[in-house]
C-alpha cells in the first residue's frame, strides 16, 4: 500500500512584450515545513504570458511527480497560482477557447490523474518564489544563456514560512529525501524539456504568435527581427530595453448620454451605466479573462469607469486602483447638451474650442491642452509603477485618444480624427528609452 504524498506547486510565468521574451518559474513546497522541494524554470523563447503560465505549470507538475515516482494515486497536489485563466481553466469551470491552449491543458491534465490535483488561484504577492524564478529564467534568455538552479535566489528572496492552503487535508508520512527527490525532479525536467513536442505546442525563440493564440493583439506584420548590435527600426524595441509597460485602454460601457452622443465629462452628474453599458463590461470582463494577459487594473474615478472596472476585476481577481489623471475632461457649461445643442448656444465658443487647444468649453472647463498636461503626468505615474507590466487602464475618450495621440507624436487636432466606441480596447506600449508603440486602436470585437 502507497503512503500517501502530499505537496504544493506553486507555478508562474512571464512574457516581456506578450508575445515577447518569455519564461516560467515552479517550486514544489512541503505544506508541513513551507520549504521547497525543488524549483524549476526555463527561458522559453517568444511566447505568451498564457504559454509561459501553462509551461510553468507542466513544469511543477512534472517536478511533484518526480519526487515521488512511487507513490501513484498516493501523491496529492495542490496548484497555487496567480493565473486566473489557468486556474479556472484546468479546474473545469471555464472552457478552453484558444486552441493552442488546449494542447498546453492536455498535457498538464496527463501527467498526473485529475483526483490528485486540486488548484486554487491566490495573489501574485503570495506567489513570489515562483515569479522570481520566471524573471531569474527570462533574464538568463535575456543574456543568451539558460536558468542554472545552482545561481538562483529565488529562495533567498522570498519568506521560507508558507501557510499551507486549508483545503489541504492533514498531511501524511514523511515528505521523503528532499535530496534525493530534487535530484530526481531536476532529471525529470530536463528529460521533458529534451523530448520532442509537437509542432507548434511550445514556441521556439523567433516564433511569434497571434492574438488567437490566448495573447495580447500585436501588430499584424511584426518587424523582422535583428541581430544584436543592429540598430531597431520601426515600432520594435532593442533587446536590452526590457519589457514595455503595457497600458490596455477600456472605454467604459455606455450610459444613458452615450447613445445621445452628449458631452459627459467630469463636471455633470456622473451618471451609471445603462443595461447596455453593464453588458458590455461583463463582455469585457470575459474577453480579458480568456486573454489573461491583464496584471493590474486602474480606474478613473468617475463612476461608469469604476463600474466597468469593477466588472473586471470580479472576474480577474484583482484589486481595482484610482487615478484622478484618469478622468474624462470637464466640459463645462456644455456638460450633458449634445454638439448641435452647444453649436447654438455657445456657437462662438465652440468655434474657438475646435480652433485651438489652448481655448476651454464655456464657463470655465478644461482646455485640451490642460487634459493633455493632466493625463500625460497620469502617464508618466503609470509607466514608472508598472514597467514591464501589463496593466488595464478603464477611462475616457479624451484621455485615451490623447494618450495614443501622444505616443504618436501626432498634433493636438488628431483628437478629432479618431474614432473611439463604447468599451472599445486600445492598447499602447511604452519601452525603457521613452518610445511608446501603439498596438491597437478602438477594437471591439469582443462586444460582438
Known amino acids: 500500500m502507497s503512503v500517501a504524498r502530499q505537496v504544493v506547486v506553486e507555478a508562474d510565468g512571464g512574457s516581456r512584450g506578450n508575445p515577447g521574451p518569455a519564461g516560467y518559474g515552479a517550486v514544489v513546497i512541503d505544506p508541513a515545513t513551507g520549504e521547497?522541494?525543488?524549483?524549476?524554470?526555463?527561458?522559453?523563447?517568444?511566447?505568451?504570458?498564457?504559454?509561459?503560465?501553462?509551461?510553468?505549470?507542466?513544469?511543477?507538475?512534472?517536478?511533484?511527480?518526480?519526487?515521488?515516482?512511487?507513490?501513484?494515486?498516493?501523491?496529492?497536489?495542490h496548484v497555487r497560482m496567480d493565473s486566473k485563466l489557468v486556474v479556472e481553466q484546468m479546474s473545469g469551470r471555464w472552457k478552453i477557447k484558444h486552441p493552442d491552449m488546449k494542447p498546453l491543458a492536455a498535457r498538464a491534465a496527463a501527467i498526473l490523474p485529475p483526483s490528485s490535483v486540486t488548484y486554487e488561484w491566490i495573489p501574485r504577492a503570495q506567489n513570489k518564489h515562483a515569479d522570481r524564478l520566471a524573471n531569474e529564467a527570462m533574464d538568463a534568455g535575456r543574456d543568451g544563456r539558460q536558468w542554472e538552479a545552482s545561481a538562483s535566489t529565488a529562495a533567498l528572496d522570498t519568506p521560507s514560512a508558507r501557510t499551507p492552503s486549508s483545503t489541504l487535508p492533514p498531511v501524511?508520512?514523511?515528505?521523503?529525501?528532499?535530496?534525493?527527490?530534487?535530484?530526481?525532479?531536476?532529471?525529470?525536467?530536463?528529460?521533458?524539456?529534451?523530448?520532442?513536442?509537437?509542432?507548434?505546442?511550445?514556441?521556439?525563440?523567433?516564433?511569434?504568435?497571434?492574438?488567437?493564440?490566448?495573447?495580447?493583439?500585436?501588430?499584424?506584420?511584426?518587424?523582422?527581427?535583428?541581430?544584436?548590435?543592429?540598430?531597431?527600426?520601426?515600432?520594435?524595441?532593442a533587446p536590452d530595453l526590457g519589457a514595455p509597460a503595457t497600458l490596455v485602454l477600456l472605454r467604459h460601457g455606455e450610459t444613458a448620454l452615450t447613445p445621445e452622443k452628449r458631452f459627459s465629462?467630469?463636471?455633470?452628474?456622473?451618471?451609471?451605466?445603462?443595461?447596455?453599458?453593464?453588458?458590455?463590461?461583463?463582455?469585457?470582463?470575459?474577453?480579458?479573462?480568456?486573454?489573461?494577459?491583464?496584471?493590474?487594473?486602474?480606474?478613473?474615478?468617475?463612476?461608469?469607469?469604476?463600474?466597468?472596472?469593477?466588472?473586471?476585476?470580479?472576474?480577474?481577481?484583482?484589486?481595482?486602483?484610482?487615478?484622478?489623471?484618469?478622468?474624462?475632461?470637464?466640459?463645462?457649461?456644455w456638460e450633458g447638451l449634445t454638439f448641435g445643442e452647444v453649436r447654438e448656444r455657445y456657437g462662438d465658443d465652440l468655434t474657438a474650442w475646435l480652433a485651438s487647444p489652448d481655448t476651454a468649453p464655456t464657463g470655465g472647463g478644461e482646455s485640451f491642452a490642460e487634459v493633455a498636461e493632466r493625463v500625460a503626468a497620469a502617464r508618466d505615474r503609470l509607466v514608472a509603477r508598472y514597467a514591464g507590466r501589463t496593466v488595464l487602464l478603464v477611462t475616457h475618450v479624451t484621455p485615451i485618444k490623447t494618450l495614443v495621440r501622444l505616443a504618436l507624436?501626432?498634433?493636438?487636432?488628431?483628437?478629432?480624427?479618431?474614432?473611439?466606441?463604447?468599451a472599445s480596447v486600445s492598447t499602447v506600449a511604452y519601452y525603457g528609452d521613452g518610445n511608446a508603440s501603439v498596438r491597437l486602436l478602438n477594437d471591439t470585437s469582443h462586444l460582438r
Open 172 to 237: 501524511q508520512g514523511p515528505p521523503g529525501d528532499q535530496a534525493a527527490g530534487a535530484a530526481r525532479a531536476r532529471a525529470a525536467l530536463a528529460a521533458a524539456r529534451g523530448a520532442a513536442a509537437p509542432e507548434g505546442l511550445f514556441p521556439m525563440p523567433g516564433a511569434a504568435e497571434t492574438p488567437e493564440a490566448g495573447g495580447e493583439p500585436t501588430d499584424a506584420h511584426p518587424a523582422p527581427r535583428q541581430s544584436a548590435g543592429t540598430p531597431q527600426t520601426g515600432w520594435g524595441s
Open 409 to 422: 507624436g501626432a498634433p493636438p487636432e488628431a483628437l478629432f480624427r479618431m474614432e473611439l466606441s463604447a
Open 36 to 77: 521547497p522541494l525543488a524549483e524549476a524554470a526555463e527561458y522559453i523563447g517568444v511566447a505568451t504570458n498564457n504559454v509561459a503560465e501553462y509551461r510553468g505549470l507542466i513544469a511543477g507538475l512534472t517536478a511533484a511527480k518526480a519526487l515521488f515516482p512511487d507513490a501513484g494515486d498516493a501523491l496529492r497536489v
Open 265 to 333: 465629462g467630469s463636471g455633470g452628474t456622473d451618471p451609471e451605466l445603462s443595461a447596455v453599458g453593464r453588458g458590455q463590461a461583463e463582455r469585457a470582463a470575459e474577453h480579458f479573462a480568456a486573454l489573461g494577459t491583464v496584471q493590474e487594473i486602474v480606474s478613473s474615478p468617475l463612476r461608469r469607469c469604476r463600474e466597468t472596472a469593477a466588472a473586471v476585476a470580479a472576474r480577474l481577481g484583482l484589486d481595482v486602483r484610482i487615478d484622478e489623471g484618469l478622468r474624462e475632461t470637464d466640459f463645462g457649461a
